[in-house]
């Protein structure tokens, strides 16, 4: 105790050193405890894209393509499924609710996606967030369309502005011989940011794809004359043919599995069914080795800010000759001679992570609002993780080994010196 | 008790490689002695208290500080040996610049348990070294008699056997210089403390009741200078 009030005093003693050497640590630390908050934000907002789901269903394919295209609107689909397969699933006993998802259209570069009402009530994100309308309504028309916020601000559309859809996904304007400009829709909601892909994309009917294509054959726009004007469209005249995929919610999590083995050998139709969380997995392995080399960094940085605490502790040592001397002939052996640089060099180490630690929640309190809705990402303000702890740990235990150079070095010196320095 | 305070016997010593900077016969120092030791600079002086402190080893022969053979003790009990019996005033700068007069007085208690167990009250101590409304104050703000007299107070908290005193009116005043003595006999005889006192200031010497001269009992020195 004696020795921990003396080091405690020294470093105050040197206030102007002490307090930068804490901040560089504090600064390296606070910037690998944000980086590890970082990547599990990312990680979390990543896996809660979509949550109550238990199946996402479509053509069978690949399921990392699946994932893709129904959840992140990336890629294309290969097929479509029948709108009786869905019908059927939809009705099946163990299943709670579903969202159908037509997809192919686009409006400058936002995908279009036809679905029903039931989007807007059981779609959930970030564990039980719902989807809500920052204006106006669900589609209550065929050529009625809702905005994700992104499509909204992006475009500076309105409630009530003409939204004229593109046929197919290429990014930017479709092209002008293949959009759907006799049947324009109009805005009617636009909702609220969720930070997930959902606010990059409109929403229509399924019967408003029905529509769209009524008069198409084969992909391609009708011909001359062959055109059906939308004032002879109406709801109950659009029959959905098909759909591109289905999220799916089962009424007990235990029969997700049993499901999940029908439709996989459901012999109507060829169908595949998968599990989001499993697939979002392995989605996030194989984009995972930014945020390792992020990791990397930071760990530099940290080596860095300990680095400068060795460089001034070291570089003290001099002009503490003669308060070693003293501590000798008081009765102070090397051992506690090195015990009290360890003390300072690991004290040091604490009040950096602290400092750490005070700023990075200091920081993330402040522009976690700012950060969400700028990237879409949310980082959870939460006491460290785990490996936040090991951080902080290892980081404390780095600085009282980097002690013993200093300390020995002082231990050297008073070897040498014994009781005989003169200043 | 009986034991004297410092006995040496044919103590032999050099750093390392160098020349041979002690070769003591023979010096006894009684208990209750107060020594005047001379001798120019790079006779040995601050050597000889190394030794004795047991801060140095290495030497032949035989060293023994109030009945201990220094050589017997291990590195921690040296220390240990020395924070509790043997106080220590440097020339200058004896102070721990970031502790106050007080926690610099009581250092050595806190840090040897030995010595706190005899650790009379720091008050007592420092009012009769004239330092008493010192004690709260930084270190830094202190002029050097007052420093020294601090460090005397420290040296004395818990009437250390052997008070070990290297060249410490060196750098005060000729005043100041008496009143240091003064302050320093005095509380030597209350706790019965051996006074070791190294000094070129020769002045001072008949104050002493016995002078040393390092330069008739070291013969290294003297071969050397014959040589």
Same mark, same amino acid.
């Given at each position: 105790?004696?020795?921990?009030?003396?080091?405690?005093?020294?470093?105050?003693?040197?206030?102007?050193?002490?307090?930068?050497?804490?901040?560089?640590?504090?600064?390296?630390?606070?910037?690998?405890?944000?980086?590890?908050?970082?990547?599990?934000?990312?990680?979390?907002?990543?896996?809660?894209?979509?949550?109550?789901?238990?199946?996402?269903?479509?053509?069978?394919?690949?399921?990392?393509?699946?994932?893709?295209?129904?959840?992140?609107?990336?890629?294309?689909?290969?097929?479509?499924?029948?709108?009786?397969?869905?019908?059927?699933?939809?009705?099946?006993?163990?299943?709670?609710?579903?969202?159908?998802?037509?997809?192919?259209?686009?409006?400058?570069?936002?995908?279009?996606?036809?679905?029903?009402?039931?989007?807007?009530?059981?779609?959930?994100?970030?564990?039980?967030?719902?989807?809500?309308?920052?204006?106006?309504?669900?589609?209550?028309?065929?050529?009625?369309?809702?905005?994700?916020?992104?499509?909204?601000?992006?475009?500076?559309?309105?409630?009530?502005?003409?939204?004229?859809?593109?046929?197919?996904?290429?990014?930017?304007?479709?092209?002008?011989?293949?959009?759907?400009?006799?049947?324009?829709?109009?805005?009617?909601?636009?909702?609220?940011?969720?930070?997930?892909?959902?606010?990059?994309?409109?929403?229509?009917?399924?019967?408003?794809?029905?529509?769209?294509?009524?008069?198409?054959?084969?992909?391609?726009?009708?011909?001359?004359?062959?055109?059906?004007?939308?004032?002879?469209?109406?709801?109950?005249?659009?029959?959905?043919?098909?759909?591109?995929?289905?999220?799916?919610?089962?009424?007990?999590?235990?029969?997700?599995?049993?499901?999940?083995?029908?439709?996989?050998?459901?012999?109507?139709?060829?169908?595949?069914?998968?599990?989001?969380?499993?697939?979002?997995?392995?989605?996030?392995?194989?984009?995972?080795?930014?945020?390792?080399?992020?990791?990397?960094?930071?760990?530099?940085?940290?080596?860095?800010?300990?680095?400068?605490?060795?460089?001034?502790?070291?570089?003290?040592?001099?002009?503490?000759?003669?308060?070693?001397?003293?501590?000798?002939?008081?009765?102070?052996?090397?051992?506690?001679?090195?015990?009290?640089?360890?003390?300072?060099?690991?004290?040091?180490?604490?009040?950096?992570?602290?400092?750490?630690?005070?700023?990075?929640?200091?920081?993330?309190?402040?522009?976690?609002?700012?950060?969400?809705?700028?990237?879409?990402?949310?980082?959870?303000?939460?006491?460290?993780?785990?490996?936040?702890?090991?951080?902080?740990?290892?980081?404390?235990?780095?600085?009282?080994?980097?002690?013993?150079?200093?300390?020995?070095?002082?231990?050297?010196?008073?070897?040498?010196?014994?009781?005989?320095?003169?200043? | 008790?009986?034991?004297?305070?410092?006995?040496?016997?044919?103590?032999?010593?050099?750093?390392?490689?160098?020349?041979?900077?002690?070769?003591?016969?023979?010096?006894?120092?009684?208990?209750?002695?107060?020594?005047?030791?001379?001798?120019?600079?790079?006779?040995?002086?601050?050597?000889?208290?190394?030794?004795?402190?047991?801060?140095?080893?290495?030497?032949?022969?035989?060293?023994?500080?109030?009945?201990?053979?220094?050589?017997?003790?291990?590195?921690?009990?040296?220390?240990?040996?020395?924070?509790?019996?043997?106080?220590?005033?440097?020339?200058?700068?004896?102070?721990?610049?970031?502790?106050?007069?007080?926690?610099?007085?009581?250092?050595?208690?806190?840090?040897?348990?030995?010595?706190?167990? &005899?650790?009379?009250? @720091?008050? !007592?101590?420092?009012?009769? /070294? %004239?330092?008493?409304? $010192? =004690?709260?104050?930084?270190?830094?703000?202190?002029?050097?008699? &007052?420093?020294?007299? @601090?460090? !005397?107070?420290?040296?004395? /908290? %818990?009437?250390?056997? $052997? =008070?070990?005193?290297?060249?410490?009116?060196?750098?005060?005043?000729?005043?100041?210089?008496?009143?240091?003595?003064?302050?320093?006999?005095?509380?030597?005889? $209350?706790?019965?403390?051996?006074?070791?006192?190294?000094?070129?200031?020769?002045?001072?010497?008949?104050?002493?009741?016995?002078?040393?001269?390092?330069?008739?009992?070291?013969?290294?020195?003297?071969?050397?200078?014959?040589?």
């Amino acid at each position: 105790m004696v020795l921990l009030s003396l080091a405690w005093k020294s470093l105050r003693n040197r206030l102007l050193t002490t307090s930068l050497t804490v901040l560089s640590i504090g600064l390296s630390m606070a910037l690998l405890l944000g980086v590890e908050n970082v990547r599990v934000g990312a990680r979390e907002s990543f896996a809660n894209t979509i949550s109550q789901t238990d199946l996402i269903v479509g053509a069978r394919g690949g399921s990392l393509q699946l994932l893709l295209y129904s959840v992140f609107r990336i890629g294309q689909a290969t097929n479509n499924i029948s709108y009786e397969s869905y019908q059927h699933w939809k009705n099946h006993p163990a299943v709670a609710w579903t969202i159908p998802y037509s997809l192919g259209d686009s409006h400058r570069g936002f995908r279009v996606v036809g679905t029903t009402e039931e989007f807007y009530q059981h779609l959930r994100f970030r564990r039980d967030r719902q989807l809500e309308f920052a204006a106006g309504h669900s589609p209550k028309d065929v050529f009625d369309v809702v905005l994700g916020s992104d499509v909204a601000q992006t475009l500076n559309y309105k409630l009530g502005d003409k939204v004229v859809i593109a046929h197919g996904v290429a990014a930017g304007r479709g092209i002008a011989d293949n959009d759907h400009a006799d049947k324009p829709f109009t805005v009617s909601g636009i909702l609220k940011k969720t930070a997930t892909p959902v606010d990059r994309s409109l929403y229509i009917q399924l019967e408003g794809i029905t529509a769209v294509h009524i008069d198409w054959a084969d992909g391609a726009p009708p011909m001359a004359g062959e055109e059906i004007p939308a004032s002879k469209i109406s709801k109950e005249n659009m029959k959905v043919e098909q759909i591109t995929s289905f999220l799916l919610r089962c009424k007990t999590r235990i029969a997700t599995l049993q499901l999940q083995r029908e439709i996989n050998t459901y012999k109507e139709e060829a169908m595949q069914a998968i599990i989001p969380g499993v697939t979002l997995q392995e989605l996030w392995r194989t984009i995972g080795y930014a945020e390792d080399a992020l990791q990397v960094v930071t760990i530099f940085v940290i080596l860095v800010g300990l680095l400068g605490m060795l460089v001034s502790l070291y570089t003290s040592l001099n002009e503490r000759r003669r308060e070693m001397a003293i501590l000798r002939a008081i009765g102070a052996g090397p051992g506690k001679i090195i015990a009290l640089l360890v003390l300072e060099s690991g004290l040091l180490a604490f009040a950096g992570c602290v400092v750490g630690v005070v700023m990075i929640y200091g920081l993330s309190f402040i522009f976690q609002p700012i950060v969400e809705q700028q990237f879409g990402l949310y980082v959870p303000v939460q006491p460290p993780t785990t490996a936040g702890w090991i951080y902080l740990g290892a980081v404390i235990f780095a600085g009282i080994l980097i002690g013993f150079v200093p300390a020995w070095k002082a231990y050297r010196n008073t070897l040498a010196d014994g009781l005989s320095v003169r200043v | 008790m009986s034991s004297p305070a410092v006995v040496l016997r044919d103590v032999r010593f050099r750093y390392r490689s160098g020349p041979e900077i002690l070769d003591i016969p023979e010096l006894t120092i009684a208990r209750g002695e107060r020594i005047f030791l001379f001798g120019p600079s790079g006779s040995g002086k601050t050597t000889l208290l190394g030794l004795l402190a047991g801060v140095l080893t290495g030497y032949t022969g035989t060293v023994e500080v109030l009945g201990q053979d220094m050589a017997k003790l291990r590195g921690s009990a040296r220390d240990a040996f020395r924070g509790a019996h043997i106080g220590y005033i440097f020339q200058l700068f004896n102070l721990i610049p970031y502790l106050t007069v007080a926690e610099n007085i009581t250092l050595p208690g806190r840090l040897h348990p030995a010595r706190g167990k &005899q650790a009379g009250d @720091v008050t !007592a101590v420092a009012k009769r /070294l %004239g330092i008493e409304h $010192l =004690l709260e104050r930084s270190v830094t703000q202190l002029s050097v008699g &007052q420093q020294q007299r @601090v460090a !005397a107070a420290r040296a004395l /908290l %818990g009437g250390p056997e $052997l =008070l070990i005193a290297d060249e410490p009116t060196s750098s005060l005043d000729f005043d100041h210089r008496e009143r240091f003595l003064d302050l320093l006999f005095e509380n030597c005889a $209350l706790s019965n403390s051996t006074l070791l006192f190294v000094s070129h200031d020769r002045s001072l010497a008949a104050k002493f009741d016995r002078q040393l001269s390092l330069l008739d009992f070291n013969r290294a020195h003297r071969t050397e200078a014959a040589v």
